[in-house]
């Protein structure tokens, strides 16, 4: 995902295109998710990702009687609330593309 971004100096009266493009190298993770919660403050919007797991007989038990499963914090992710049409425009784009080149996704979603 690429946001493009303009910079103008005011007092020069000149303007700036550029792209921001991920600096990646070999050591930055890749994190597999299959879960993610959203919350929200006046300041920001927290995506908070987890990777659950097939739950064993304990965690059944456990989900009965208490209905909640704690799946493990894998990421968390605060954003500005401005950064957000961007991402859902890029997401939304990305994942027409993902079905077009793959078909609807397969498996359980969360």
Do not use: W
């Amino acid at each position: 995902m690429h946001f493009f971004s303009e910079v103008t100096d005011v007092a020069e009266h000149k303007s700036v295109n550029f792209t921001i493009v991920a600096a990646e190298d070999d050591t930055t993770p890749r994190i597999y998710t299959n879960f993610c919660s959203v919350q929200l403050s006046p300041f920001d919007i927290t995506l908070t990702f987890c990777e659950m797991q097939p739950l064993g007989e304990k965690q059944l038990r456990e989900a009965e009687q208490t209905q909640v499963v704690h799946a493990p914090v894998r990421a968390r992710l605060a954003i500005p609330p401005g950064m957000v049409p961007g991402l859902v425009t890029a997401l939304q784009e990305n994942f027409q593309r993902y079905q077009e080149a793959f078909g609807p996704p397969k498996g359980p979603l969360h």
